[in-house]
């Protein structure tokens, strides 16, 4: 079978080229750049920039599954002075004439990587599940629905077959962002003072994305449909700390510190999100993808947690 990846020299691109690969699929993946890497044994087709205009004819031909994994993602210091607008580029027209393109070329099925944060931020008395409305809260999120509207609309007019995905944070070596940070500064010894926390927070290792998004794929039974997919466990940030700790030899510290002051100092550096990341609840319910599809996490996340942590201690200027 063929296979089209865009965004194949991500994070989460590059692991599931590795696993399609292995699993004995023809993979191409789609960059914008000639300078991408990417893992060996594929084929590289250079797009460009994604957006309503690209040229996906090359990057389809003979295509029979398209993983659309690339997007505009959460930018820490937004610089646009219209971001929904630099967004919807990316994600909503860029999606919408993949799209397009795949049912014209004869793609079967589009497997779309969207986001929870369609679903919205945080959970309060349920996990969220695929029968909730939608409530995007930022310009990302938006264009993830916008583009998930556009795909279904796609979908009836033409045959091809989608399906959506929405992952919670996904972890794993090589993994960036908030992440990093965080295991960043745990390897410093740097106190969070987070152990009041209550939380109860959904994630999901790479490798287990990986292997939910080719179940998508292949299962006929998950033609049309939406999922939300994470790891079998929820944890609380403290517990995530004091995980991640234990697998980096080091104690944690997480010292109990009143959360509305800490929010209130979250506030004034101009960090509200991020501490409401770290404070704030958000449970997936994953029972769909798991009986409709027999799908369930391959990795334990402990399992997880340990190969990040060993990849991050393996990384230059890293001390044990």
Known sequence: MNALVTGANGFVGQV????LIERGYAVRG?????????????EKIVVGPIDGN????????GIDIVFHLAARVHVMR??????????????????????????????????????????????????????????????????????????????????????????????GPGVGGNFARMLSWIRKGIPLPLGSVKNRRSMIYVENLADALIRCATHPEAANETFLV????????????????????????TPPFPLPLLRLLGKFAGKSAEMERLTESLEIDSGKIR?????NPPHALSEGMAQTATWYDSLPGQEP
């Open 30 to 42: 789609a960059v914008r750049q000639e300078a991408a890497v990417l893992p060996p044994g594929m």
């Open 78 to 171: 937004e610089k646009s002075a219209d971001p929904l607008a630099e967004f919807r580029k990316v994600n909503f027209e860029g999606t919408e004439r993949l799209a397009k393109s795949a049912a014209a070329a004869g793609a079967r099925r589009l497997v779309y990587v969207s986001s929870i944060k369609v679903n919205g931020e945080n959970t309060r008395n349920k996990p969220f599940s695929e029968k909730d409305e939608p409530n995007p809260q930022d310009p990302y999120g938006v264009s993830k629905r916008e583009a998930e509207a556009a795909l279904q609309r796609i979908s009836d007019e033409t045959g091809l077959e989608v399906v959506v995905v929405r992952p919670p944070l996904v972890y």
């Open 291 to 295: 009986s409709k599809l027999g799908w």
């Open 54 to 61: 690209t040229d996906w004819s090359d990057a389809l031909q």
């Open 230 to 253: 994470s790891d079998t466990e929820t944890v609380s940030t403290p517990e995530l700390i004091r995980i991640l700790s234990e697998k980096m030899g080091v104690a944690p510290r």
């Open 16 to 19: 599931l080229c590795r696993d």
